[in-house]
């Protein structure tokens, strides 16, 4: 659990998050990556 993050869309296809919601999608990629810089 611990090395493995899951971020889901609804009603987003594979792979097409970011065109279901932009700003949901860079908000939870922020959240990852900040911590990792």
Excluded: I, Q
Excluded at 7 to 12: D, F, L, Y
Excluded at 14 to 34: C, I, K, Q, S, V
Aim: no cysteine; aromatic share 8%.
């Amino acid at each position: 659990p611990d090395l493995v993050a899951l971020h889901t869309v609804a009603h987003a296809p594979h792979a097409a998050m970011w065109n279901a919601d932009p700003e949901g999608y860079e908000e939870a990629l922020r959240r990852f990556l900040t911590p990792l810089m």
